[in-house]
Protein backbone atom coordinates (compact mmCIF):
# COMPACT_ATOMS: atom_id res chain seq x y z
CA UNK A 1 0.00 0.00 0.00
CA UNK A 2 1.53 3.19 -0.68
CA UNK A 3 0.05 6.67 0.33
CA UNK A 4 0.79 10.36 -1.19
CA UNK A 5 0.28 13.72 0.87
CA UNK A 6 -2.07 15.67 -1.12
CA UNK A 7 -2.09 19.16 -0.22
CA UNK A 8 -6.07 20.81 -0.40
CA UNK A 9 -8.00 20.30 -3.33
CA UNK A 10 -9.00 23.71 -4.87
CA UNK A 11 -13.03 23.60 -4.66
CA UNK A 12 -15.80 26.01 -3.84
CA UNK A 13 -16.49 25.46 0.12
CA UNK A 14 -18.42 27.03 2.62
CA UNK A 15 -15.46 27.33 4.79
CA UNK A 16 -12.34 28.48 5.22
CA UNK A 17 -9.48 25.85 3.59
CA UNK A 18 -7.81 24.56 6.38
CA UNK A 19 -4.48 23.54 4.26
CA UNK A 20 -0.79 24.72 4.95
CA UNK A 21 -0.16 27.22 2.28
CA UNK A 22 -3.36 27.88 0.97
CA UNK A 23 -3.57 31.93 0.11
CA UNK A 24 -7.56 32.43 0.88
CA UNK A 25 -8.12 31.97 4.52
CA UNK A 26 -11.13 33.67 5.02
CA UNK A 27 -14.88 32.55 4.13
CA UNK A 28 -16.47 33.58 0.65
CA UNK A 29 -19.29 35.79 0.89
CA UNK A 30 -22.79 33.63 1.44
CA UNK A 31 -23.61 34.45 -2.36
CA UNK A 32 -21.22 31.56 -3.41
CA UNK A 33 -21.67 29.32 -0.63
CA UNK A 34 -22.39 25.63 -1.74
CA UNK A 35 -25.91 24.95 -0.97
CA UNK A 36 -25.36 21.40 -0.14
CA UNK A 37 -22.52 20.96 1.96
CA UNK A 38 -23.76 18.16 3.50
CA UNK A 39 -22.68 15.62 1.18
CA UNK A 40 -20.18 12.81 2.14
CA UNK A 41 -17.89 13.85 -0.57
CA UNK A 42 -18.29 17.43 -0.73
CA UNK A 43 -17.53 17.05 3.14
CA UNK A 44 -15.08 14.84 2.62
CA UNK A 45 -13.08 16.74 -0.08
CA UNK A 46 -12.83 19.78 2.64
CA UNK A 47 -10.61 17.46 4.66
CA UNK A 48 -7.03 19.17 6.14
CA UNK A 49 -5.98 15.26 5.33
CA UNK A 50 -6.26 15.25 1.47
CA UNK A 51 -4.37 11.93 1.15
CA UNK A 52 -4.21 10.24 -2.04
CA UNK A 53 -5.07 6.16 -1.86
CA UNK A 54 -2.82 4.19 -4.44
CA UNK A 55 -2.24 0.79 -4.72
CA UNK A 56 -4.83 -1.20 -3.46
CA UNK A 57 -7.33 -2.95 -4.81
CA UNK A 58 -10.89 -1.33 -5.46
CA UNK A 59 -11.64 -5.14 -4.40
CA UNK A 60 -15.16 -4.72 -7.03
CA UNK A 61 -16.33 -7.03 -9.09
CA UNK A 62 -14.91 -5.66 -12.38
CA UNK A 63 -11.71 -5.03 -10.83
CA UNK A 64 -9.36 -7.12 -13.13
CA UNK A 65 -6.49 -6.10 -10.25
CA UNK A 66 -8.80 -7.53 -7.80
CA UNK A 67 -6.83 -10.76 -7.58
CA UNK A 68 -3.64 -8.62 -6.80
CA UNK A 69 -2.01 -9.72 -10.21
CA UNK A 70 -0.09 -6.28 -9.70
CA UNK A 71 2.52 -6.21 -6.95
CA UNK A 72 4.19 -3.07 -5.78
CA UNK A 73 2.80 -0.09 -7.51
CA UNK A 74 4.50 2.54 -7.69
CA UNK A 75 3.90 6.54 -6.27
CA UNK A 76 1.12 8.30 -8.03
CA UNK A 77 2.35 12.00 -9.40
CA UNK A 78 0.62 14.86 -7.63
CA UNK A 79 0.79 18.31 -8.48
CA UNK A 80 2.31 20.06 -5.63
CA UNK A 81 1.24 23.24 -6.52
CA UNK A 82 -2.21 23.26 -5.36
CA UNK A 83 -3.64 24.52 -1.91
CA UNK A 84 -5.46 28.35 -3.18
CA UNK A 85 -9.33 27.41 -2.40
CA UNK A 86 -10.89 28.97 -5.13
CA UNK A 87 -14.37 30.57 -3.64
CA UNK A 88 -15.92 30.84 -7.16
CA UNK A 89 -14.13 29.16 -9.76
CA UNK A 90 -16.30 30.70 -12.57
CA UNK A 91 -16.23 28.22 -14.52
CA UNK A 92 -18.23 29.23 -17.71
CA UNK A 93 -21.36 28.81 -19.38
CA UNK A 94 -22.12 28.72 -23.24
CA UNK A 95 -25.96 29.10 -23.24
CA UNK A 96 -26.12 26.56 -26.38
CA UNK A 97 -30.21 27.90 -27.55
CA UNK A 98 -28.60 31.66 -27.83
CA UNK A 99 -25.82 29.91 -29.78
CA UNK A 100 -27.86 28.88 -32.60
CA UNK A 101 -31.13 30.48 -32.64
CA UNK A 102 -29.92 33.59 -30.44
CA UNK A 103 -30.53 37.18 -32.31
CA UNK A 104 -27.06 38.05 -34.02
CA UNK A 105 -25.50 40.49 -31.71
CA UNK A 106 -26.65 37.65 -28.84
CA UNK A 107 -24.96 35.32 -31.35
CA UNK A 108 -21.91 36.94 -31.94
CA UNK A 109 -21.50 37.65 -28.12
CA UNK A 110 -21.95 34.03 -27.51
CA UNK A 111 -19.75 32.86 -29.57
CA UNK A 112 -16.96 35.74 -28.24
CA UNK A 113 -17.80 33.71 -24.84
CA UNK A 114 -16.95 30.64 -25.93
CA UNK A 115 -13.60 31.63 -27.42
CA UNK A 116 -12.40 33.26 -24.09
CA UNK A 117 -13.85 30.06 -22.91
CA UNK A 118 -11.82 27.85 -25.02
CA UNK A 119 -8.80 29.85 -24.71
CA UNK A 120 -9.27 30.72 -20.57
CA UNK A 121 -10.15 27.13 -19.38
CA UNK A 122 -10.58 24.42 -22.51
CA UNK A 123 -13.52 23.87 -20.08
CA UNK A 124 -16.95 24.87 -19.86
CA UNK A 125 -20.97 24.05 -18.90
CA UNK A 126 -22.87 24.19 -21.52
CA UNK A 127 -26.87 24.63 -20.83
CA UNK A 128 -30.31 24.30 -22.95
CA UNK A 129 -28.89 21.88 -25.17
CA UNK A 130 -31.73 19.95 -25.70
CA UNK A 131 -30.10 16.84 -24.59
CA UNK A 132 -33.49 15.12 -22.99
CA UNK A 133 -32.72 14.30 -19.02
CA UNK A 134 -34.75 10.90 -19.33
CA UNK A 135 -32.52 9.80 -22.30
CA UNK A 136 -29.23 11.28 -19.65
CA UNK A 137 -30.52 8.88 -17.21
CA UNK A 138 -31.62 5.75 -18.98
CA UNK A 139 -28.13 5.82 -20.10
CA UNK A 140 -26.49 5.99 -16.96
CA UNK A 141 -28.86 3.54 -15.19
CA UNK A 142 -28.10 1.19 -18.31
CA UNK A 143 -24.76 1.45 -17.62
CA UNK A 144 -25.06 0.80 -13.69
CA UNK A 145 -26.65 -2.19 -14.94
CA UNK A 146 -24.12 -3.34 -17.25
CA UNK A 147 -21.18 -2.74 -14.22
CA UNK A 148 -23.03 -4.76 -11.93
CA UNK A 149 -23.10 -7.82 -14.17
CA UNK A 150 -21.81 -11.15 -13.05
CA UNK A 151 -18.23 -11.32 -13.82
CA UNK A 152 -18.29 -14.20 -16.60
CA UNK A 153 -21.08 -11.71 -18.63
CA UNK A 154 -18.63 -9.43 -18.86
CA UNK A 155 -15.49 -11.46 -18.80
CA UNK A 156 -14.72 -10.85 -22.81
CA UNK A 157 -14.34 -7.68 -22.15
CA UNK A 158 -11.99 -7.33 -19.34
CA UNK A 159 -9.05 -8.47 -21.50
CA UNK A 160 -9.36 -5.77 -24.26
CA UNK A 161 -7.06 -3.12 -25.00
CA UNK A 162 -7.30 0.23 -25.78
CA UNK A 163 -8.17 0.32 -29.29
CA UNK A 164 -10.75 -2.92 -28.91
CA UNK A 165 -14.25 -1.42 -29.87
CA UNK A 166 -15.38 -2.00 -26.38
CA UNK A 167 -13.83 -2.71 -23.31
CA UNK A 168 -14.35 -2.90 -19.09
CA UNK A 169 -11.54 -2.52 -16.81
CA UNK A 170 -10.43 -0.88 -13.72
CA UNK A 171 -8.25 2.56 -13.31
CA UNK A 172 -7.02 3.91 -16.34
CA UNK A 173 -5.32 0.70 -17.80
CA UNK A 174 -4.14 -1.23 -15.36
CA UNK A 175 -1.57 -2.88 -17.85
CA UNK A 176 0.21 0.30 -17.32
CA UNK A 177 -1.04 2.34 -14.81
CA UNK A 178 1.78 1.27 -12.10
CA UNK A 179 -1.37 2.51 -9.77
CA UNK A 180 -4.62 1.54 -8.56
CA UNK A 181 -6.96 4.23 -9.06
CA UNK A 182 -10.27 3.95 -7.61
CA UNK A 183 -12.32 3.87 -10.93
CA UNK A 184 -14.12 1.19 -12.87
CA UNK A 185 -14.83 2.23 -16.59
CA UNK A 186 -16.83 0.58 -19.80
CA UNK A 187 -15.75 2.15 -22.72
CA UNK A 188 -17.55 1.57 -26.50
CA UNK A 189 -17.11 2.68 -30.01
CA UNK A 190 -19.85 4.06 -31.22
CA UNK A 191 -19.48 5.66 -34.61
CA UNK A 192 -18.83 5.36 -37.23
CA UNK A 193 -19.84 1.71 -36.32
CA UNK A 194 -21.90 0.88 -33.25
CA UNK A 195 -20.07 -1.74 -30.94
CA UNK A 196 -22.19 -2.59 -27.58
CA UNK A 197 -22.14 -6.01 -25.26
CA UNK A 198 -25.45 -7.87 -25.65
CA UNK A 199 -26.26 -7.21 -22.46
CA UNK A 200 -27.91 -5.08 -20.81
CA UNK A 201 -30.56 -5.80 -23.26
CA UNK A 202 -31.93 -2.29 -23.47
CA UNK A 203 -28.07 -1.10 -23.27
CA UNK A 204 -28.08 -0.88 -27.59
CA UNK A 205 -30.96 1.34 -28.23
CA UNK A 206 -30.54 3.72 -25.21
CA UNK A 207 -26.83 4.09 -26.29
CA UNK A 208 -27.45 5.06 -29.67
CA UNK A 209 -29.78 7.36 -29.45
CA UNK A 210 -27.77 9.14 -26.82
CA UNK A 211 -24.46 8.79 -28.86
CA UNK A 212 -26.75 10.45 -32.12
CA UNK A 213 -27.66 13.14 -29.70
CA UNK A 214 -24.62 14.06 -27.96
CA UNK A 215 -22.34 13.81 -31.08
CA UNK A 216 -24.61 16.28 -32.86
CA UNK A 217 -23.86 18.51 -30.27
CA UNK A 218 -21.31 17.96 -30.27
CA UNK A 219 -20.51 18.68 -33.83
CA UNK A 220 -22.35 21.75 -34.07
CA UNK A 221 -20.57 23.16 -31.29
CA UNK A 222 -17.57 22.70 -33.37
CA UNK A 223 -18.72 25.10 -35.97
CA UNK A 224 -19.70 27.66 -32.96
CA UNK A 225 -15.68 26.85 -31.83
CA UNK A 226 -14.37 27.31 -35.56
CA UNK A 227 -16.19 30.85 -35.64
CA UNK A 228 -14.72 31.70 -32.35
CA UNK A 229 -11.64 31.09 -33.63
CA UNK A 230 -11.76 33.52 -36.59
CA UNK A 231 -12.49 31.09 -39.10
CA UNK A 232 -15.01 30.55 -41.37
CA UNK A 233 -17.76 28.06 -39.37
CA UNK A 234 -16.93 24.78 -41.08
CA UNK A 235 -12.86 25.13 -41.52
CA UNK A 236 -12.72 22.40 -38.18
CA UNK A 237 -15.06 20.36 -39.47
CA UNK A 238 -13.27 20.36 -42.59
CA UNK A 239 -9.57 20.05 -41.60
CA UNK A 240 -10.52 17.41 -38.91
CA UNK A 241 -12.80 15.56 -41.29
CA UNK A 242 -15.36 15.54 -38.96
CA UNK A 243 -18.06 14.26 -41.40
CA UNK A 244 -16.73 10.66 -40.67
CA UNK A 245 -15.67 11.29 -37.03
CA UNK A 246 -14.92 8.86 -34.75
CA UNK A 247 -17.30 8.65 -31.07
CA UNK A 248 -16.02 6.83 -27.97
CA UNK A 249 -19.34 6.41 -25.02
CA UNK A 250 -17.55 6.23 -21.75
CA UNK A 251 -19.12 5.33 -18.04
CA UNK A 252 -17.20 5.57 -15.16
CA UNK A 253 -18.01 4.32 -12.03
CA UNK A 254 -16.28 5.19 -8.49
CA UNK A 255 -17.36 2.81 -6.02
CA UNK A 256 -17.66 4.22 -2.54
CA UNK A 257 -14.46 5.07 -1.20
CA UNK A 258 -13.06 2.81 1.42
CA UNK A 259 -9.42 3.66 1.33
CA UNK A 260 -7.51 4.22 4.41
CA UNK A 261 -7.86 8.06 4.02
CA UNK A 262 -10.25 10.66 3.48
CA UNK A 263 -9.30 11.32 -0.65
CA UNK A 264 -8.19 9.20 -3.09
CA UNK A 265 -8.04 9.48 -6.97
CA UNK A 266 -10.27 7.92 -9.26
CA UNK A 267 -8.63 9.00 -12.27
CA UNK A 268 -5.11 11.31 -12.48
CA UNK A 269 -4.69 14.18 -14.30
CA UNK A 270 -4.84 14.05 -17.61
CA UNK A 271 -6.03 15.41 -21.04
CA UNK A 272 -8.12 13.95 -23.30
CA UNK A 273 -7.02 12.71 -26.67
CA UNK A 274 -9.97 13.30 -28.63
CA UNK A 275 -11.57 16.49 -30.00
CA UNK A 276 -14.07 17.28 -27.52
CA UNK A 277 -15.69 15.52 -25.20
CA UNK A 278 -19.26 15.94 -23.24
CA UNK A 279 -19.70 14.66 -19.23
CA UNK A 280 -22.54 14.57 -16.99
CA UNK A 281 -22.22 13.01 -13.45
CA UNK A 282 -25.08 11.28 -11.39
CA UNK A 283 -25.04 14.19 -8.59
CA UNK A 284 -21.77 13.29 -6.81
CA UNK A 285 -18.77 16.14 -7.77
CA UNK A 286 -15.42 14.57 -8.26
CA UNK A 287 -14.31 16.25 -11.00
CA UNK A 288 -11.49 18.47 -11.30
CA UNK A 289 -10.00 21.26 -13.68
CA UNK A 290 -6.89 22.77 -13.26
CA UNK A 291 -6.59 26.18 -14.04
CA UNK A 292 -3.62 28.88 -13.80
CA UNK A 293 -1.95 25.52 -11.60
CA UNK A 294 -4.84 25.23 -9.31
CA UNK A 295 -7.42 22.81 -8.86
CA UNK A 296 -11.12 23.76 -9.11
CA UNK A 297 -13.83 21.44 -8.59
CA UNK A 298 -16.05 21.15 -11.40
CA UNK A 299 -20.16 21.81 -9.47
CA UNK A 300 -22.53 21.65 -12.32
CA UNK A 301 -25.45 23.80 -12.92
CA UNK A 302 -28.44 21.51 -13.31
CA UNK A 303 -29.02 19.73 -16.63
CA UNK A 304 -25.55 21.23 -18.12
CA UNK A 305 -22.61 19.28 -19.47
CA UNK A 306 -19.43 19.87 -18.86
CA UNK A 307 -17.60 20.23 -22.22
CA UNK A 308 -13.82 19.51 -22.16
CA UNK A 309 -11.59 20.62 -25.07
CA UNK A 310 -9.24 17.28 -25.96
CA UNK A 311 -5.64 17.31 -27.22
CA UNK A 312 -7.09 17.38 -31.15
CA UNK A 313 -8.41 20.30 -30.03
CA UNK A 314 -5.14 22.27 -29.21
CA UNK A 315 -3.55 20.35 -32.45
CA UNK A 316 -6.11 21.96 -35.20
CA UNK A 317 -6.00 25.20 -33.38
CA UNK A 318 -2.14 25.37 -33.07
CA UNK A 319 -2.53 26.22 -29.40
CA UNK A 320 -4.73 28.94 -29.47
CA UNK A 321 -6.75 26.49 -27.45
CA UNK A 322 -5.31 24.64 -24.96
CA UNK A 323 -6.70 20.75 -23.88
CA UNK A 324 -8.15 20.63 -20.72
CA UNK A 325 -5.98 19.07 -17.72
CA UNK A 326 -8.52 17.32 -15.06
CA UNK A 327 -8.70 14.65 -12.89
CA UNK A 328 -11.37 12.64 -10.37
CA UNK A 329 -10.84 12.87 -7.13
CA UNK A 330 -13.30 10.19 -5.03
CA UNK A 331 -13.89 10.33 -1.03
CA UNK A 332 -17.09 9.46 0.76
CA UNK A 333 -19.96 6.87 0.89
CA UNK A 334 -22.00 7.60 -2.11
CA UNK A 335 -21.02 5.73 -5.38
CA UNK A 336 -20.34 8.45 -8.10
CA UNK A 337 -20.72 8.22 -11.78
CA UNK A 338 -19.70 10.31 -14.89
CA UNK A 339 -20.70 9.80 -18.50
CA UNK A 340 -18.81 10.17 -21.21
CA UNK A 341 -19.72 11.14 -24.80
CA UNK A 342 -15.95 12.35 -26.66
CA UNK A 343 -16.01 12.94 -30.93
CA UNK A 344 -12.46 13.02 -32.55
CA UNK A 345 -11.51 12.99 -36.13
CA UNK A 346 -11.89 9.61 -37.73
CA UNK A 347 -9.01 7.36 -36.82
CA UNK A 348 -6.95 7.61 -40.35
CA UNK A 349 -7.45 11.92 -40.25
CA UNK A 350 -3.85 13.21 -40.06
CA UNK A 351 -4.49 15.96 -37.96
CA UNK A 352 -2.77 19.45 -38.26
CA UNK A 353 -3.32 23.01 -37.12
CA UNK A 354 -5.44 24.92 -39.56
CA UNK A 355 -2.23 26.89 -41.33
CA UNK A 356 -4.60 30.29 -40.74
CA UNK A 357 -3.89 30.04 -37.48
CA UNK A 358 0.43 30.28 -37.29
CA UNK A 359 1.23 33.35 -35.59
CA UNK A 360 2.69 35.93 -37.08
CA UNK A 361 6.54 34.72 -37.53
CA UNK A 362 5.98 32.08 -35.16
CA UNK A 363 4.73 28.90 -37.68
CA UNK A 364 3.10 26.05 -36.68
CA UNK A 365 2.98 24.27 -32.83
CA UNK A 366 2.27 20.90 -33.94
CA UNK A 367 3.09 18.40 -36.50
CA UNK A 368 0.07 16.84 -38.56
CA UNK A 369 -0.51 13.10 -36.71
CA UNK A 370 -2.91 10.22 -37.85
CA UNK A 371 -5.01 9.96 -34.96
CA UNK A 372 -5.23 6.37 -34.43
CA UNK A 373 -1.07 6.81 -33.40
CA UNK A 374 -2.13 9.63 -31.47
CA UNK A 375 -4.79 7.77 -29.65
CA UNK A 376 -3.07 4.56 -28.98
CA UNK A 377 0.36 6.35 -27.96
CA UNK A 378 -1.88 8.11 -25.42
CA UNK A 379 -4.04 5.29 -24.19
CA UNK A 380 -0.59 2.61 -24.03
CA UNK A 381 0.89 4.38 -22.01
CA UNK A 382 0.89 5.74 -18.30
CA UNK A 383 -0.45 8.62 -17.82
CA UNK A 384 1.36 11.78 -17.68
CA UNK A 385 -0.49 15.15 -17.72
CA UNK A 386 -0.62 16.62 -21.29
CA UNK A 387 2.54 14.43 -22.00
CA UNK A 388 1.49 12.74 -25.37
CA UNK A 389 1.00 15.88 -26.98
CA UNK A 390 4.57 16.31 -26.59
CA UNK A 391 4.73 13.73 -29.58
CA UNK A 392 3.16 16.11 -31.93
CA UNK A 393 4.77 19.34 -30.82
CA UNK A 394 7.67 20.82 -33.00
CA UNK A 395 10.42 21.52 -30.89
CA UNK A 396 12.66 24.17 -31.34
CA UNK A 397 16.26 24.85 -30.58
CA UNK A 398 16.85 28.34 -28.79
CA UNK A 399 17.93 29.99 -32.13
CA UNK A 400 14.21 29.02 -33.13
CA UNK A 401 15.14 26.16 -35.69
CA UNK A 402 12.86 23.32 -35.76
CA UNK A 403 13.91 19.38 -34.42
O1 LIG B 1 -15.36 11.13 -14.07
C1 LIG B 1 -14.97 12.24 -14.37
O2 LIG B 1 -15.50 13.26 -13.96
C2 LIG B 1 -13.77 12.40 -15.27
C3 LIG B 1 -13.71 11.33 -16.32
C4 LIG B 1 -12.57 11.51 -17.27
O3 LIG B 1 -11.77 12.41 -17.15
C5 LIG B 1 -12.39 10.56 -18.36
O4 LIG B 1 -13.20 9.63 -18.51
O5 LIG B 1 -11.42 10.74 -19.14
Known amino acids: MYHVALPCHVRRTAYPCPSPGCAKQTPPPAAVLNSDNS ?12 TIMAGTSLHHPTDPCANGE ?27 DVLVNGAADQRAQAIRDLG ?11 INHGVPEDLKEAVMETCRELFSLPEEEKAEYLEAGPMDPVRIGSGFYSVV ?8 YFKMFVHPEFHCPAKPAKLRDVA ?3 AVKTRDLLLSLATAISESLG ?17 ILTANHYPPYA ?22 QNGVDGLQVERDGQWVLATPLPGAFFVIAGDQMEIVSNGRYKSSLHRAVVGGERARMSMVSMISPSLDTVVEPVPELAQDGQGLEFRGIRYRDYMEHQQSNKLNGKAALDIARVQRTVSGAEN
Not at 39 to 50: D, G, I, K, T, Y
Not at 231 to 247: K, N, P, T
Request: aromatic share 12%.
Open 259 to 280: GPDDVGLGLPPHSDHGFLTLLF
Open 70 to 96: HSGPAAVAVPSDVGTCGWDAGIPVVDY
Open 39 to 50: SPLQNRLLSLSC
Open 116 to 126: RACEDWGFFMV
Open 177 to 184: DGARYWRD
Open 208 to 210: TEY
Open 231 to 247: LDRGRVYEAMDLESCFQ
